[in-house]
């Protein structure tokens, strides 16, 4: 019978009182700033068809290779759980006409899946916030993206942030670069692991990226990609630089920066926190000009990140999130109080004044615990004889102070009290 206890899946986690307050202040700055940069929201759903990932995020990336929930549904069809939202937004544009050569740009809040190893700051149900420009090849944009992220960053009060930015080439580049890192990664064999062998093959540049000791040091000396851009590309990154110095904004060139996603083109970022120890990435992104071909839609240019809301809750002083509006408890002492109460409590609820009501049949004292419990600013106390002269007692929590207000115009003549006054 039933005896069996559940708790939730490993990697999986809830948000409890007290740390979900911590992600609406976050979500609300997020709608706040992504709108205005010019941003409007988008939302797909958590369940695409595998293909879609294979394609865009790459077959051999770690993510399709071993990381993504993928099973088959009722009707036999191979479906994932998305473990990221760029190849759903372009997934979503195409599907609906969005684009028609005009630029786009989205954000979106949401759950993604992967079954990583979990530990701080890394989970497998986690949380981005992420923003997406479709159909412009300009720096400016990539700019813009990288000045929303810090903008955003600062409004949350997180410092101590690094960008790192790199950049990856192109179709034109990319392969000569390819083939001068896999003539150096032959080399180096001996000192690689055992995925890293793997990857020089299929995947090279992620080699670039192994945490290993012994990979770390074995591509100390590889060609980096910024010396092997085409002219464009080079033009393309110097008017990124460009671009952020024009705005004050402080970045690191990381040319040993790759990403785990395939479909990155040209500017690669990361912003990183040394508090965050291994799970360094607080955002990530870049430019992605090839995916939307890649997935059967016209050339079209584009550019993007996502954050992970874990790492930014994780970075993110207490003391930035607002406290909610003072609480204001009501105490009808008898059920006759209660009936009469009731109604005021609806009436301010409506005002958006915070408020709660005890137990009619509790006693004053019983109830005045509860709303000291509950960090209530103020108590308003109806008894009988309160109903009697058609009055009702406000009570300052804090200083004990009492005042009388009208019990028939209540609703109206406490505001004044509740505001400070
Ligand atoms: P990503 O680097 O895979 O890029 O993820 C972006 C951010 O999501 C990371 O920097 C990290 O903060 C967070 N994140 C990733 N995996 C986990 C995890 N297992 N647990 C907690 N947080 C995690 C993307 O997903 C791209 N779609 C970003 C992008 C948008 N590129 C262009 N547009």
Same mark, same amino acid.
């Given at each position: 019978?039933?005896?069996? =206890?559940? *708790?939730?899946?490993?990697?999986?986690? $809830?948000?409890?009182?007290?740390?979900?307050?911590?992600?609406?202040?976050?979500? @609300?700055?997020?709608?706040?700033?992504? =709108?205005?940069?010019? &941003?409007?929201?988008?939302?797909? #759903?958590?369940?695409?068809?595998?293909?879609?990932?294979?394609? *865009?995020?790459?077959?051999?990336? $770690?993510?399709?290779?071993?990381?993504?929930? @993928?099973?088959?549904?009722?009707? +036999?069809?191979?479906? *994932?759980?998305?473990?990221?939202?760029?190849? @759903?937004?372009?997934?979503?544009?195409?599907?609906?006409?969005?684009?028609?050569? %005009?630029?786009?740009?989205?954000?979106?809040?949401?759950?993604?899946?992967?079954?990583?190893?979990?530990?701080?700051?890394?989970?497998?149900?986690?949380?981005?916030?992420?923003?997406?420009?479709?159909? /412009?090849?300009?720096?400016?944009?990539?700019?813009?993206?990288? *000045?929303?992220?810090?903008? &955003?960053?600062?409004?949350?009060?997180?410092?101590?942030?690094?960008? /790192?930015?790199?950049?990856?080439?192109?179709?034109?580049?990319? #392969?000569?670069?390819?083939?001068?890192?896999?003539?150096?990664?032959?080399?180096?064999?001996?000192?690689?692991?055992?995925?890293?062998?793997?990857?020089?093959?299929?995947?090279?540049?992620?080699?670039?990226?192994?945490?290993?000791?012994?990979?770390?040091?074995?591509?100390?000396?590889?060609?980096?990609?910024?010396?092997?851009?085409?002219?464009?590309? !080079?033009?393309?990154?110097?008017?990124?630089?460009?671009?952020?110095? $024009?705005?004050?904004?402080?970045?690191?060139?990381?040319?040993?920066?790759?990403? +785990?996603?395939?479909?990155?083109?040209?500017?690669?970022?990361?912003?990183?926190?040394?508090?965050? +120890?291994?799970?360094?990435?607080?955002?990530? !992104?870049?430019?992605?000009?090839?995916?939307?071909?890649?997935?059967?839609? #016209?050339?079209?240019?584009?550019?993007?990140?996502?954050?992970?809301?874990?790492?930014?809750?994780?970075?993110?002083?207490?003391? %930035? %999130?607002?406290?909610?509006?003072?609480?204001?408890?009501?105490?009808?002492?008898?059920?006759?109080?209660?009936?009469?109460? &009731?109604?005021?409590?609806?009436?301010?609820?409506?005002?958006?004044?915070?408020?709660?009501?005890?137990?009619?049949?509790?006693?004053?004292?019983?109830?005045?615990?509860?709303?000291?419990?509950?960090?209530?600013?103020?108590?308003?106390?109806?008894?009988?004889?309160?109903?009697?002269?058609?009055?009702?007692?406000?009570?300052?929590?804090?200083?004990?102070?009492?005042?009388?207000? =009208?019990?028939?115009?209540?609703?109206?003549?406490?505001?004044?009290?509740?505001?400070? !006054?």
């Amino acid at each position: 019978m039933g005896s069996q =206890s559940f *708790s939730a899946l490993r990697g999986f986690k $809830d948000l409890l009182p007290g740390e979900a307050e911590k992600w609406d202040w976050i979500e @609300s700055v997020a709608r706040e700033t992504f =709108s205005a940069f010019g &941003f409007t929201p988008i939302r797909t #759903p958590v369940l695409e068809t595998s293909e879609l990932f294979t394609r *865009s995020i790459g077959a051999t990336s $770690d993510i399709v290779e071993k990381e993504t929930y @993928s099973f088959e549904d009722w009707d +036999g069809r191979k479906v *994932s759980l998305r473990p990221e939202g760029t190849a @759903s937004v372009v997934r979503a544009w195409l599907e609906h006409g969005l684009g028609n050569g %005009v630029l786009r740009k989205f954000y979106y809040l949401g759950p993604m899946f992967r079954h990583e190893r979990p530990q701080a700051g890394r989970l497998r149900q986690f949380h981005q916030i992420g923003a997406e420009i479709l159909g /412009e090849a300009a720096p400016r944009h990539d700019v813009e993206l990288l *000045s929303l992220l810090c903008d &955003f960053t600062g409004r949350l009060g997180i410092d101590g942030l690094t960008l /790192e930015i790199n950049t990856l080439g192109c179709p034109q580049c990319r #392969p000569p670069y390819r083939a001068a890192l896999q003539g150096y990664l032959a080399e180096q064999q001996a000192d690689l692991c055992e995925d890293c062998l793997r990857r020089s093959a299929v995947n090279p540049l992620r080699v670039l990226d192994c945490k290993k000791e012994g990979c770390r040091k074995a591509v100390a000396g590889a060609p980096c990609p910024v010396d092997h851009t085409c002219g464009a590309c !080079g033009d393309h990154f110097k008017a990124v630089c460009g671009g952020l110095g $024009d705005l004050g904004l402080s970045y690191h060139l990381n040319s040993r920066l790759v990403r +785990g996603l395939d479909y990155y083109t040209r500017t690669a970022f990361e912003m990183t926190s040394m508090a965050l +120890g291994a799970q360094s990435a607080v955002a990530a !992104g870049g430019r992605y000009d090839g995916l939307v071909e890649v997935l059967g839609g #016209p050339p079209t240019p584009a550019v993007g990140f996502a954050l992970g809301m874990e790492r930014l809750a994780l970075l993110m002083s207490p003391d %930035v %999130v607002p406290k909610p509006a003072p609480l204001l408890f009501i105490i009808p002492l008898g059920a006759a109080a209660g009936r009469v109460l &009731f109604p005021t409590l609806f009436q301010l609820r409506q005002k958006n004044i915070r408020c709660e009501m005890g137990d009619d049949a509790a006693k004053l004292s019983a109830q005045l615990k509860r709303a000291d419990r509950l960090g209530a600013a103020h108590a308003l106390i109806v008894g009988d004889t309160e109903m009697v002269q058609n009055a009702a007692i406000l009570r300052n929590m804090t200083t004990k102070a009492q005042q009388t207000l =009208s019990l028939s115009t209540l609703a109206e003549a406490i505001l004044p009290h509740l505001t400070g !006054g």
